[in-house]
């Protein structure tokens, strides 16, 4: 009896034993989803911040704090695209801002270029490039092939974004924008120049799929693809003026960096100072808590205008 009642207490004790690892890797991946969870949500507090020293002092800790975890979930598609999005967000409000004042200041002293403008355009391609690759392995996760067809070319690109639907519009997005704010700040470069048809693709299809998306930022990129070159690269003031008007109707003229994208490049390649002014005066007499959960996109729009303006004899 004795005998009988010991043999099942110690069967039950191996298999409670064997079971362990698996019971830590559940806790494991219940403890990483929640943390995942809390990180997603934390992300807009960044983007409604108006303070750039804080910003920049925290941001980097941030993003790198979410490598980390991604380090154990390599393939979770929030965390590749926060980082997408992180990234992003601080080579354009961050880093493009150093960029931009360094070259005001080569300007003042008559220096055609300084080699702390190239230190920061440099810096904010390569982070341009890490938020583009994020993106694009959040899109392979959900599309598988994804990556292959956009390294073949536009044909192959276009093929793909057809399987696309709108569950797709986050990470094709994020693909895109990066990549339309590295070509932006290298437009004198021929591989970035080779990029736009690519992007063109891209934000077309999330037009299709969800225009309103990221406060209409598709319709804001291709405003900026077909406004801020001329025809013989693809430029289309058409175009990029129904893109820009669109984006400022989904917007209500709240998201200010669509004014700032308006005035630097399609008014300049039409040399429309009238609605250059027009776009610049708006964006710096309106409030950056205008859309308070954008704050900090808006300060920086708004940090651009007053550069862009102080431009104009330059610039027309």
């Not at 949500?41 to 980390?68: C, H, M």
């Not at 880093?95 to 070259?103: F, H, L, P, V, W």
């Not at 190239?118 to 392979?140: G, K, V």
Request: hydrophobic content about 45%.
């Amino acid at each position: 009896m004795i005998r009988s009642l010991v043999r099942p207490t110690a069967k039950t004790l191996l298999l409670l034993i064997a079971a362990l690892p698996l019971y830590a890797c559940s806790l494991k991946s219940i403890a990483l989803k929640q943390t995942v969870g809390i990180l997603k949500e934390s992300l807009p507090a960044f983007e409604q911040e108006w303070d750039y020293e804080l910003v920049e002092r925290s941001l980097p800790a941030n993003i790198k704090t979410v490598e980390g975890f991604l380090v154990s979930a390599p393939n979770d598609q929030d965390l590749l695209l926060m980082l997408a999005r992180a990234y992003g967000a601080y080579a354009m409000v961050l880093i493009e801002d150093r960029m931009e004042q360094a070259k005001a200041r080569a300007d003042a002293s008559d220096a055609i270029e300084t080699p702390e403008v190239d230190r920061h355009r440099l810096r904010a391609r390569e982070m341009y490039s890490r938020a583009h690759r994020y993106a694009l392995r959040a899109l392979e996760e959900r599309r598988p092939g994804f990556s292959a067809a956009f390294a073949k070319g536009r044909d192959a690109l276009k093929r793909a974004l057809k399987t696309c639907d709108k569950d797709d519009v986050p990470a094709l997005f994020w693909v895109g924008m990066p990549l339309a704010s590295a070509v932006n700040i290298g437009r004198d470069d021929v591989t970035m120049i080779a990029k736009l048809p690519h992007l063109e693709a891209l934000m077309t299809r999330v037009v299709a799929l969800d225009e309103g998306y990221y406060y209409a930022g598709a319709h804001l990129v291709l405003g900026g693809l077909y406004g801020g070159v001329g025809k013989m690269l693809g430029g289309d003031p058409v175009k990029a003026k129904k893109h820009f008007e669109r984006a400022l109707i989904l917007t209500k003229r709240r998201f200010l960096l669509v004014q700032t994208m308006y005035a630097r490049t399609l008014a300049v390649q039409l040399q429309d100072k009238k609605l250059f002014r027009s776009l610049l005066e708006e964006v710096l007499t309106a409030t950056s808590a205008i859309l308070p959960e954008q704050r900090l996109a808006n300060v920086a729009a708004k940090r651009k205008a007053a550069r862009t303006l102080a431009r104009q004899g330059e610039l027309f």
